[in-house]
């Protein structure tokens, strides 16, 4: 069996929650996006962080180069969040960035991730480098920014999902694409032999028995006609004496092997803590002539007690 492979490495851009001591008893519900896209010609990553606690909803936006060095970055606060609407100014290697948002009327669900009623945009010498949201013509009246003629890539998301047998989320396996009920059942209290079932718009898709000998793996599965590699680390479900996590990956890529095999995972126990994820995946985005580029869905399963 391969190792759980990973497109994270040791110099990647963490976010964390800096006052967790115990990142099972302080999983935050946060959703990470990550977007590939150009400042003055050069490749850069921009990682956008929804979080939703006690105190509110929240978001920051890092903007990173190709070589994960942080140009800037800016936290909206959940205690300032009640504007739900502003602008933010920054400097990055002598160039003026400025963040818009206006969350004022958008619909949120159980998550984070606002659905709709929203925009994000990140402006680089007037030029509307990243968009998100519904209220396109909103946010080009308010930042006066023209579109660039090459738009954004999304190529990872990572997101914290709760449940006890049952985990579910809305997920898509490519930038741009199409949007699936993805839900992963697997129940390791009181079964002699527990299984893990995923199935991907209410179909079966994947199903592993005998898990308890078979805790890690990967398999591919077939979405939207692509292959998507699926990987699982259920080992804290099943033998940790505390409540801990499951850590699910979806790799959809030509030649993943290819790009795993160049960054082997440092530290294992890096992917099984749902408040820390370090994102090095900008290397293998650099030439897009070259190879497809590739998607990342990670998913951290956190069991309600």
Known sequence: MRDFPSCFGENGVQVADSSSSNASKTAQNLVTCVYQCLLHGRSCLITIVWSKNLMGQGFSVGINDSENQS????????????????????????????????????????????????????????????????????????????????????????????????????????????????????????????????????????????????????????????????FWDVYNWLFSTTLGNAVFLFKTCLSAEKLWASHPLSDPNVLRDPNVVPWSCSQRFQDSQSQALSFSLILHALKNE
Not at 135 to 148: D, G, M, S, W, Y
Request: net charge positive.
């Open 71 to 230: 140009l800037c970055k800016v936290d909206i606060k959940p205690w300032l969040f009640s504007k739900r609407k502003g602008s933010k100014s920054l400097e990055a290697n002598s160039s003026k960035i400025d963040i818009y948002w206006d969350l004022s009327s958008a619909k949120f669900g159980s998550g984070p991730e606002p659905l709709e009623g929203f925009y994000v945009g990140v402006v680089f010498d007037c030029q509307m480098v990243l968009l998100l949201g519904d209220l396109r013509k909103e946010a080009f009246k308010k930042t006066n920014a023209v579109p660039l003629p090459s738009s954004a890539i999304f190529i990872a998301k990572r997101e914290n999902i709760f449940g006890k047998k049952v985990f579910r989320t809305k997920a898509q396996f490519c930038d741009n694409g199409q949007i699936h009920d993805l839900m992963i059942e697997c129940d390791t209290i009181g079964v002699s032999d527990p299984f893990l079932v995923i199935r991907v718009d209410s179909k079966t898709v994947m199903q592993v028995k005998q898990l308890r000998w078979k805790f890690r793996g990967n398999h591919t599965i077939a979405v939207d006609g692509l292959a998507v590699e699926v």
